[in-house]
């Protein structure tokens, strides 16, 4: 008999009661600082204990209003009952058999879901084909490997800003942070990482690059990130993406767009390629896709999966009990939460252009539905990241979880789910926060 005890988080808006870190969480960080990897980028001392819709609860009881959704992954909230309710009976039918090697059902329906709903052309058979993995930078890699086992050729272009995973060949996608990248190399050969987001830079790309230094077919696959993330929430220009489809299409080339932190609904379409109706040929999936639970998935059409038995494959990738979460996951999604993110995003982002006006070190913010930004500038309108930590920082303390990205900016992915009236808390915190500073 299943017996599970859950507490509810008690106070619906944030509640700080001890001093932060408090006692517990102090503890805990100790004993994490003799045995945790370095390589951790923990800004602020948040030591969860439980998690309920947009609300964490930390270890001394101190209640957080969580406007990082874990990093873009907790979709639908935190322990949302249904998605729970199917994690607990997959678990308690079926917890892992390994679908490189055997099947069952849950894997099949979600393949069968995204399959259907991956803005691929029509072909005659089946539109989509899809790999699963257990990670974003797993999918990045299952989608390298897809993309140079087809064209048969090695080259890969990608952008400055780019983040696309810590292992080799996904790393050497990325074009973030230094940090990421030096002292590992060296890195997959043959990839070029040109400007992001606008069309001089494409103009470069085919004027300059494929004449000289990059011939167009050795190019396996451009990758990009149809709203760059972790680089800082940069929306490209209009036509940008539009650009590399044709790009791709005349030279042979597979666009591969990473749709890790973007997908799932989070701006307000199921895939954010569809703001700017452009198909793509591989998508890669992770984050959202189930939930919380590790998932990650290669979409691609259908005729590009050619690659044989044993290939490709992971013992864990599209295990039963992360299936299960992400097929209710995806169900919750179209039923109300791509609805609510585009909702939820408008209201975002007339608080957030209201917060610029009110205070000049704050920019207008950009993005889309709940994939949202502003940059912290200086009294010069310069870039500044002390005053980003500062306000990240001090949001943590007044109860409101927040992340950075890109040079300067302050991300905002809460959950799908958020309300109104929690964006509004949100906004009061940040905008007693600029008045303190
Ligand atoms: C666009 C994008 N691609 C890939 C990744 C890597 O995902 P993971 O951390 O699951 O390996 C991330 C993570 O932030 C991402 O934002």
Request: aromatic fraction near 6%.
């Amino acid at each position: 008999m299943l017996s599970i005890h859950t507490k509810h988080i008690q106070s619906p808006v944030p509640q700080v009661k001890t001093s932060l870190p408090g006692p517990r969480a102090s503890a805990l960080i100790k004993r994490d600082s003799v045995v945790s990897s370095p390589s951790y980028t923990r800004g602020y001392p948040l030591v969860a204990a439980r998690g309920e819709g947009c609300m964490i609860e930390d270890v001394d009881g101190n209640v957080f209003l969580d406007f990082t959704s874990g990093v873009a992954v907790t979709a639908t909230g935190h322990a949302h009952p249904q998605v729970v309710q199917a994690i607990q009976n997959q678990a308690a039918n079926l917890l892992h058999i390994s679908g490189t090697d055997f099947y069952y059902e849950p894997m099949v329906k979600l393949a069968e879901s995204l399959a259907v709903r991956a803005p691929f052309p029509e072909s005659v058979d089946s539109r989509a084909r899809v790999c699963f993995t257990n990670s974003g930078a797993e999918s990045v890699e299952g989608a390298l490997k897809l993309a140079r086992y087809y064209t048969k050729r090695s080259r890969i272009i990608s952008f400055l800003g780019a983040f696309h995973g810590r292992t080799y060949g996904a790393m050497s996608l990325t074009g973030s942070k230094r940090v990421q990248r030096q002292g590992f190399g060296p890195l997959l050969p043959g990839v070029t990482h040109i400007p992001y987001g606008t069309h001089a830079s494409l103009d470069d790309l085919e004027q300059k690059l494929f004449s000289t230094v990059i011939p167009p077919e050795e190019v396996a696959a451009i990758v990009v990130e149809p709203i760059q993330g972790e680089g800082g929430y940069i929306v490209p220009e209009d036509g940008f993406l539009a650009r590399i489809r044709q790009i791709c299409s005349r030279h042979g080339i597979l666009m591969i767009v990473d749709e890790i932190q973007s997908g799932m609904g989070r701006t307000g379409k199921l895939f954010a390629i569809q703001h700017w109706d452009v198909m793509p040929d591989i998508i890669t999936l992770a984050k959202g896709i189930a939930s919380g639970l590790p998932l990650g998935a290669i979409l691609s059409r259908a005729e590009l999966m050619t690659w044989p038995p044993g290939s490709h494959a992971a013992t864990f990738g599209g295990n039963p009990v992360a299936c299960a979460a992400a097929n209710v996951t995806l169900e919750l999604l179209e039923a109300e939460l791509i609805d609510n993110a585009r909702q939820m995003g408008e209201v975002l982002q007339v608080a957030l252009t209201k917060l610029a006006h009110g205070f000049d070190r704050v920019s207008l913010p950009r993005g889309k539905g709940l994939m949202m930004a502003i940059d912290l500038l200086d009294g010069d309108g310069n870039l500044d990241p002390d005053l980003r930590n500062r306000i990240v920082d001090g949001a943590f303390y007044k109860g409101l979880l927040l992340i950075g990205c890109g040079k300067a900016a302050i991300r905002f992915c809460p959950p799908l789910i958020v309300d109104r009236k929690q964006i509004d808390v949100a906004l009061e915190i940040l905008t007693e926060l600029f008045e303190e500073i």
